[in-house]
């Protein structure tokens, strides 16, 4: 069985836990420990932490969770109702490809199950597993990466920095959109930003997310998969001056968008890697992970798994095109309609809503067509 892979916390921890406070996240929190497995029913977010750093090229032997764990379990939830267990450690096997496939089996099983994986540590190319977890579930896949580059193979580049080709080349091929949140230009070559335009990807200059963080929040709620690198933040924030990066996202721009990765109904994992959890990082990643868990629990369960009732539908005819909008009565928010097209081979097997914001809807209006819509659409028939 998958979870006979997983670590428990160390004795030193468990502990730690009776030295916290009885209002504390570690108090409310149930652990795999040294005697006792979780018991998973009922439960809505599973946290575990994964020991491999390989894509690095670096030993997996000199990384430890107990600080980050320590930074988080001494933390106080917010009102919050909701079942959250951690799991443990899986540490690295015999290859890389070993951890790979512990990690695909285990999010499968926690997804299947109704529960939210969230991946703590280990290098980026861990995403790849997290993504083959969707194998078997029979549906297209969103990934939503919060990156300063696009990780795309090429000579000489670690594993962590080159997962994203082996998503789009591999089959089976269940991605459907890719959306990167606060890339750096310099970072990126020319060719990379032309590919993700030629295959109607989505990316976001940091710059662009920086002036609006909200411009990010039709993204996320479209997501199913998110993955976060440490690397998208400001050394000065995030503590990491081994690989010092004088610009990125803020300590507060980087919570916002955990919190709006949280907050999305469709979002089903949730993964941070690229630090160091023997470092200051820990401080800043354990409050990332606070506010996706604070964002979870408002979430306001609507498309896709409302009705479409409690919206307000506005058509704009536009060219040729009659683009079809829904305002939520609930949370004001908005979506677009991805119409099915007859006689061409859809990715989407029906009429499916595409998050967009007010302004797309007003600039509908003036007969501008949406840019996200126009891409959904190319990426539906390609």
Not at 329 to 334: G, L
Request: net charge negative.
């Amino acid at each position: 069985m998958v979870f006979d892979f997983l670590q428990p916390i160390s004795e030193s921890f468990e502990k730690h836990l009776q030295t916290l406070s009885n209002q504390s996240l570690g108090k409310k929190v149930v652990f795999h420990t040294q005697t006792d497995f979780p018991i998973l029913e009922g439960v809505s977010i599973a946290i575990f932490t994964v020991n491999e750093h390989r894509g690095n090229d670096k030993d997996n032997e000199d990384y430890s969770f107990e600080a980050f764990r320590k930074k988080f379990y001494g933390m106080f939830p917010g009102n919050w109702n909701t079942s959250i267990v951690d799991l443990g450690t899986i540490e690295a096997g015999a290859s890389i490809e070993d951890t790979y496939f512990v990690v695909k089996s285990l999010m499968t099983e926690l997804i299947k199950k109704q529960i939210i994986p969230v991946i703590i540590g280990g290098t980026q190319d861990l995403t790849y597993p997290m993504y083959r977890a969707y194998d078997n579930l029979d549906q297209m896949v969103n990934l939503v990466s919060v990156d300063n580059q696009f990780d795309f193979s090429k000579e000489n580049k670690l594993d962590k920095d080159a997962y994203l080709s082996k998503i789009i080349v591999e089959e089976p091929n269940n991605l459907f959109n890719f959306s990167n949140l606060g890339y750096q230009t310099y970072f990126n070559s020319q060719e990379e930003i032309d590919l993700i335009e030629k295959l109607y990807f989505e990316a976001y200059r940091l710059g662009e997310v920086s002036n609006n963080i909200s411009v990010a929040e039709p993204v996320f709620r479209d997501a199913d998969l998110v993955s976060v690198d440490m690397n998208s933040v400001q050394s000065s924030y995030s503590g990491n001056f081994e690989e010092f990066n004088p610009n990125g996202f803020t300590g507060k721009e980087i919570c916002a968008l955990a919190r709006y990765a949280g907050i999305s109904d469709k979002v089903t994992s949730f993964g941070i890697f690229n630090f160091n959890p023997n470092s200051h990082e820990v401080v800043l990643a354990a409050q990332m992970l606070w506010y996706f868990i604070e964002g979870f629990c408002f979430r306001s369960n609507e498309y896709p798994f409302g009705t479409k009732e409690h919206y307000i539908k506005y058509i704009v005819p536009i060219e040729d095109e009659e683009l079809i909008f829904y305002k939520s009565n609930k949370t004001e928010r908005w979506w677009i309609e991805i119409p099915f097209l007859t006689n061409v081979n859809n990715k989407l097997k029906r009429n499916t809503l595409l998050p967009c914001t007010h302004e797309d809807y007003l600039a509908a209006c003036e007969q501008e067509i949406p840019e996200r819509w126009w891409k959904a659409q190319r990426r539906n028939i390609l």
